[in-house]
C-alpha cells in the first residue's frame, strides 16, 4: 500500500499555516496537543470537595452582619464553589447555602434553572410558589420548578439556613438563562395554598385523571415527617450494598426524578455500615443532616460530621463507612436525571484492587 501525500504528517510549521487558515475560516482541527476527548472513561476536572459546618456557620453569620437583602429578587447566600470548575458546584448545578433574617423578605421573581431548597435549620419561613405557600421546617424538601414566581417570606424568631441548588451551570451551558423580577414584593397567594400536597402529598393516592402537566411534576413539597415515614420502612429491607437505606424524592404521577435534572436522595448509613465501591456518571452533592461518618472517594478519606457537604466529581469511585455507634443520614442531589435520558447514565461496582485511579 502506498501512503497518499495527505495522510504523511506534514511539518509543524506548514501544520501551523493550515491552522491559523483555518481559524480564520471559522475551522479547527484536531491538534497533537490537544487534550483527549475520546477517553476510555470521564475525565473530570471538578475536584472532590470537603466544607464543614464549624466553618460555614461562622461565614453566613458574617454574611447575615454584612450584607442586606435588597429588592428585586436579590438573595443572600454563600455558594458552593469548585477549584476545577471555571463556574458551578458541578458541572451541571450551583449549591448555595441561603442565610435569612427574621423578618426578612427574599423577594418574588423567577428564573429558567430548576430549583429545590432543603432545610437545614431553624422554622418560621415560608416560601410561595406560583401562589402556592409551604412552611419550611428542617428536614423539609421544597421545590422550585423553573420559570415559577418564588418568594421567601421568614415570619419566625431567629435566622433560617437551607440549602439552594438550581441546575444553574446546565442552564448556563445551554445559554438559557431567563430571570425576572416580579413587579411587586411578594405574589399573592392562591385561595389553595397548598394545592399541590392536599391532592399528591400521600405519595399512594392521587387525584384521577391524567396529571396536569404531563411530565412536571405537579408536587412541590416533601415534609420531613413523612421522610421519616418511609426511611422507617426501608430499614426492613435488604440493604444496598453502596448505600445501606436509601430512598428518591419521586414525581408521584410518574416515580421519576422529583425535578427533570436533579434527583434528590435521602439516606441512612446504620452503625457499622461499611459499603462497596461504586461510581456513577454525573455529579452530586451530599449534606449531612445527622451523624457523621467517612466517604472515600477516588482513595482520598474524607471524615464528615452533622451539618458539613461532600462534593463528588463524575465518575469518581465513591465508598461509605459508618464506623460510630449512631446513624449517618445524608441528603443528596445528583444529576442522573440528565444522563438517563440522554441515554448516557453508567454505573459498576469497583472491584477494591481498583479503589485509586
Ligand atoms: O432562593 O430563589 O441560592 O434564585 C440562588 C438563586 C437561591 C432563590 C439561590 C435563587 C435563589
Ligand atoms: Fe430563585
Not at 75 to 81: D, F, Q, S
Not at 131 to 143: F, I, K, Q, R
Not at 150 to 164: K, N, Q, R, S, T
Not at 294 to 302: H, S
Amino acid at each position: 500500500m502506498t501512503h497518499s501525500h495527505t495522510a504523511v504528517a506534514g511539518d509543524a510549521d506548514e501544520r501551523r499555516r493550515l491552522r491559523a487558515t483555518l481559524a480564520e475560516a471559522g475551522l479547527r482541527i484536531q491538534q497533537p496537543d490537544d487534550p483527549p476527548l475520546f477517553t476510555p472513561a470521564p475525565q473530570s476536572s471538578m475536584q472532590p470537595m470537603h466544607w464543614r459546618w464549624a466553618d460555614l456557620l461562622g461565614y453566613l453569620e458574617e454574611l447575615g452582619r454584612v450584607l442586606d437583602l435588597r429588592p428585586g429578587g436579590d438573595r443572600r447566600t454563600l455558594r458552593l464553589a469548585n477549584p476545577g470548575l471555571e463556574y458551578g458546584t458541578t458541572p451541571t448545578f450551583w449549591a448555595s447555602i441561603q442565610y435569612i433574617r427574621p423578618g426578612e423578605v427574599a423577594t418574588a421573581h423567577r428564573h429558567t434553572p430548576d430549583a429545590f431548597r432543603f432545610v437545614m435549620h431553624g422554622s418560621g419561613c415560608s416560601t410561595t410558589v406560583d401562589g402556592e405557600n409551604y412552611e419550611m421546617n428542617a428536614g423539609d424538601l421544597v421545590l422550585t420548578p423553573g420559570w415559577a414566581w418564588h418568594d421567601h417570606v421568614h415570619a419566625g424568631d431567629e435566622p433560617m439556613i437551607w440549602l439552594d441548588v438550581l441546575d444553574v451551570s446546565l442552564m448556563r451551558n445551554l445559554h438559557n438563562i431567563f430571570f425576572q423580577p416580579y413587579p411587586e414584593e411578594t405574589q399573592p397567594v392562591s385561595r389553595q395554598p397548598q394545592k399541590s400536597w392536599q391532592e399528591y402529598g400521600s405519595g399512594i393516592l392521587r387525584p384521577v385523571g391524567p396529571a396536569p402537566r404531563p411530565a412536571v411534576n405537579p408536587l412541590l413539597v416533601y415534609p420531613k415527617d413523612q421522610t421519616d415515614i418511609a426511611l422507617g420502612r426501608a430499614r426492613g429491607l435488604d440493604p444496598d450494598p453502596a448505600d445501606d437505606v436509601i430512598l428518591e424524592y419521586q414525581n408521584p404521577t410518574d416515580g421519576g426524578a422529583a425535578l427533570p435534572s436533579m434527583s434528590m436522595k435521602i439516606q441512612i448509613l446504620r452503625p457499622g455500615f461499611s459499603g462497596v465501591t461504586h461510581r456513577h456518571s454525573g455529579s452530586k452533592v451530599y449534606w449531612v443532616v445527622e451523624g457523621a461518618g467517612t466517604t472515600v472517594v477516588n482513595g482520598r478519606q474524607f471524615d464528615w460530621n452533622a451539618g458539613d457537604f461532600l462534593a463528588i466529581p463524575p465518575w469518581a469511585a465513591v465508598r461509605h463507612l459508618n464506623a460510630h455507634s449512631t446513624e449517618a443520614r445524608l441528603f443528596r442531589v445528583d444529576d442522573s436525571p440528565v444522563l438517563r435520558y440522554l441515554n448516557a447514565y453508567h454505573e459498576e461496582t469497583v472491584p477494591e484492587t481498583q479503589e485509586t485511579r
